[in-house]
């Protein structure tokens, strides 16, 4: 199964770039994102946008606030302690003969939704917050506006 995924990637234009055998590295948008094999199961299809908040970027419980908001407002995305930040997820089990392009093009977009989220929503200042300027229906919007294009 690795095979068949390296082969969609390929086939997607993205130049896979193996990181110390622990991942393999590739660039979207201008973006890093992490190809991470699963040993265990090799239907298990997991891609990370690693470290988009640092550690030091702002304090332990705001950090923690915009982890736990994220996890409970995004359906496939989430969020850990990874890679010296917070790193976003995005996991799924394959099943019978999905069109791997497809699956991996909505697996990336969703996580750019995601990022969209976190830095125009949590990280925005209160006065932006108060503004209503940006809400949880844009983030679905975008992930159906996108989806549509895959279709």
């Known amino acids: 199964m690795k095979e068949k995924f390296l082969e969609a990637f390929k086939a997607l234009g993205f130049k896979l770039e ?3 055998g622990t991942a393999l590295g590739f660039h979207y948008e201008g973006r890093s994102l ?3 094999p699963n040993e265990e199961d090799e239907e298990f299809l997991n891609i990370a946008l690693p470290c988009v908040v640092e550690t030091g970027d702002v304090d332990e419980e705001k ?20 890679f010296g930040g917070l790193t976003m997820f ?9 069109d791997l392009k497809d699956v991996i093009r909505r697996m990336i977009l969703h996580l750019e939704a995601g990022h969209f989220f976190l830095h125009h929503r949590l990280l925005s200042t209160k006065d932006d917050d108060d503004s209503g300027s940006t809400g949880n229906s844009d983030v679905t919007e ?3 506006s996108s989806d549509e294009d895959i279709a």
Do not use: Q
């Not at 950090?63 to 496939?76: A, D, Q």
């Not at 995005?90 to 999905?98: A, H, N, P």
């Open 90 to 98: 995005y996991e799924r089990e394959l099943i019978g003969s999905e």
């Open 34 to 36: 992490l190809l991470l």
């Open 142 to 144: 975008i992930i159906e």
């Open 63 to 82: 950090f923690n606030e915009v982890k736990e908001k994220l996890n409970s407002t995004l359906k496939y995305v989430k969020t850990y302690k990874a």
């Open 18 to 20: 193996d990181l110390d």
